[in-house]
């Protein structure tokens, strides 16, 4: 069933944050990993073995002993078998991990699986703390985690807010879909696919502004966080990557080139501008259909109703497809709320882009704010369903199918030149 699943561990250690664990195995299979499970004795007084075992489909390891290994299923192991665990597994996840197991990690102690793993696996390893706000605060953890930091291990580190204890402060368990996203950025490292080191890949992210007056304009409700996603994924894979980013909360992504604007008629300007260097044109910005006619000079008074006249914007795709050079493939992507697929496919048509994401945005489970998203990439020649998953996963696929058009494209110009 998980066969050519990358697999990765999750450890789970005791404390009240264990529950967020199941949802983090089903983020991970979400993008396409096959999760397996390590438990400590005091994370099975938070979750049952028997729940991680239904989800993630295999034995659930819970002690050194050949009795109690693999609980949760049916049939026992050696403990000598088991260190197969650390030999396999491509990352290892402790989440939540507690300050009694960071301590352990920090100084070499190998009294149950987990720990004995960590010690024995030359896999990455990401931790995600959760504990007492002076727990995490006291001089003793934060002396282990900078030891661990540098050894190498990855550390995501917790938020602050109301603890589980009555407390605020720090200490809280990052969210599954950001401890997901680490995990899918240490599995993408450049060490692991270059895929894409001879591209320059221009990525539009972000929803534009259009001014009603100094005060108030006309936007929509994009979060910019997949035009990210898709960024900071290139970038990973060795592009070089310029990013045109409407307004956003978000941080830019490392070692990407960012351009940022506000209004559809800046955003067409950069790409116009950046669109000679690019060999690959990812737009995921959600650009305004329409704009004032005239911009009030001062801030409208609510003095009764009132009525604005709009006029269309240009359209940016559309201008890309026509102005690009030979062999720049360009991705549209298409955010619906009825009649989905049929609504994808006439864009790709009316376009002519090479493929279009399209993903439906009528819930609130993915898409519009969300971390998740789920799409499908539609082409000439067929459609690849994206199933819910990260954003951060999500670009991933979506680059995925990317590298395959470039394939498809590159043998398609020799076999015209053979011929």
Known sequence: MNEGRVKVTVGVCGGVAAYKAVELVRLLQDAGLDPHVVMTRAAEQFVRPLTFAAISGHKVITSLWGEDAGAGTEGDESSIEHINEAQTTKVLIVAPATADTLAKFAHGLADDFLSTMFLATTAPVIVAPAMNVNMWEHPATRANIATLKARG????????????????GGGRLAEPAAIAAVVGEILASPAATTDLARETVIVTAGGTREAIDPVRFIGNRSSGKMGYAVADAARRRG?????????TALAAPDGCEMVSVVTAEEMRSAVMDLLPEATIVVMAAAVSDY???????????RDGARTLELEPTEDILAEVVARRKAGTLVVGFAAETENVLANGRGKLERKGVDAVVVNDVSGCETGFD??????????????????????????????DEVVGLRTKTTADLHGEARI
């Open 370 to 399: 969300s971390d998740r998203n789920a799409g499908v990439f539609v082409t000439r020649d067929g459609l690849v369903e994206i199933p819910a998953m990260t954003k951060s996963a999500m670009a991933g696929r979506i680059l």
């Open 239 to 247: 592009a070089r990557v310029i990013l045109i980013s409407a307004p």
């Open 153 to 168: 291990v990855t550390v995501v580190e917790p938020g602050s807010g109301y603890l589980a204890c009555g407390m605020i």
């Open 291 to 301: 704009r004032v006619t005239r911009v009030a000079e001062q801030k409208l008074k």
